[in-house]
């Protein structure tokens, strides 16, 4: 491991822990993977701190993607001219959404963290993660303009951006072949920021450098808890 | 427009394309859209500059996003542990992938150019167009270790990023709300050096600037001939 991790080695203390409820948006295949075993500790752990915890397993739920047509029950506002982003802003506003996206969000809304869990594909979410960003975040329920970025409509909650890598942390760093992985997250932080607050610019990068060995699930517990305070004291810096 | 873009204003002599195979992987829905137009324009340029161009349609062709064992015509190297990125490198190597996965390395394996063509999601490709890449840039076939990057298996190929904005400019520059297009970029102009050639660095960034008003085609059509060469003198900095 690289030294550039500091993890406080100290239990946190559970406070502001009970009640919260979590969503964990979790894209991997096997269950018994690194990131199947994180998901499980986070439910275990934020479960025994009193938290109530949701799981959307998209594997396992075949979540669908692609953005077309189908994500729309009514007639489209402009069906000479097809675009998506206009589509679902109507249709969120008509609650004329597919169920599956009116579901997610449903999730996203009673959440006060949501944890994105998965492997690194091609320095990004999974497809089936992509997915279910692009559909269910949706103009009108998370954003709007002008309300995004601080003006965000979850910026009530918080994202947590959780994933192993298939390199080392070496591989990841200012000088690794792959890049600096805080380069690599910006564009999937600057979604969450969009819409939600992200708990540190600091965490994730932490997580890529943790969670690529397979004995880390402690420290990982740490982390995902942070220092014990649930939101940090401090707007994340952007 | 920003004054930030240059485009050369003479038109580039078609030396070099003649009898080059381009490949345009396109996601957008709508064939009305600029990203339909720009995908047509493309097609009809480099046709009568003697390119011989297919086009991967992937919303009209319901292209599969989800990496899963569906992917796979034979038996699981490891039934008991389902790992997506090494089952598909076992698979390449004997010839069982999914035949949408083959159909779609044929494609990149005859091409000299690939044209990724689509509009901004959330800062990065659509989820249709994530589905392609996690799917067809498979290990053994795209790359392997430690043959990636400036060794990939695609090398001898150009890839351009081609894209439309829902913001101006302004909105990506360096002091603009959503971050300087450069950063947005980068894992995506990761994935394409990890086992392609870029054709420029700055190519993107200018597509992005200019593909934001509807009446840029012809400015693109330079932009995507460049200046006539049709691999730049240096290879792309990385």
């Known amino acids: 491991m690289s030294g550039t991790t500091s993890v406080a080695m100290e239990d946190p203390q559970p406070r502001e822990m009970a009640g919260k409820r979590v969503l964990i948006v979790y894209a991997h295949q096997e269950p018994k993977s690194m990131n199947g075993s994180l998901k499980d500790a986070a439910v275990s752990e934020l ?3 009193g938290c109530q915890v949701t799981v959307s397993d998209l594997y396992a739920m075949n979540f669908e993607p692609r953005a077309t047509k189908k994500d729309f029950t009514g007639p489209l506002n402009n069906s000479d001219f097809f675009n998506y982003g206009i589509e679902a802003h109507v249709a969120y ?3 004329i959404l597919s169920s599956d996206v009116i579901e997610e969000q449903k999730k996203v809304q009673e959440a006060d963290l949501i944890i994105f869990q998965f492997p690194l594909y ?3 979410v999974p497809a089936i993660m992509k997915g279910w ?19 965000g409509f979850l910026q009530n909650k918080l994202a947590l951006v959780s994933f ?3 390199g080392d942390a070496e591989l990841y760093s ?7 992985i ?24 932490r997580s890529a450098l943790l969670l690529n060995t397979h ?15 649930w939101r940090p004291s401090g707007k994340s810096s952007r």
């Open 122 to 124: 091609w320095f990004s």
């Open 133 to 151: 960003m692009d559909r269910v975040l949706c103009q009108g329920f998370a954003f709007d303009f002008p309300e995004c970025f601080d003006r």
């Open 164 to 166: 192993t890598t298939g």
């Open 174 to 180: 200012k000088t690794g072949l792959s890049g600096d």
């Open 182 to 205: 805080k380069y690599i997250l910006w564009p999937l932080q600057s979604s969450m920021v969009c819409c939600i607050s992200v708990v540190s610019k600091s965490w994730p990068l």
């Open 47 to 49: 479960s025994n701190r």
């Open 215 to 229: 004995q880390k699930i402690r420290e990982r517990r740490w982390w995902l808890l942070g220092q014990g305070d």
């Open 93 to 95: 506003k008509k609650g």
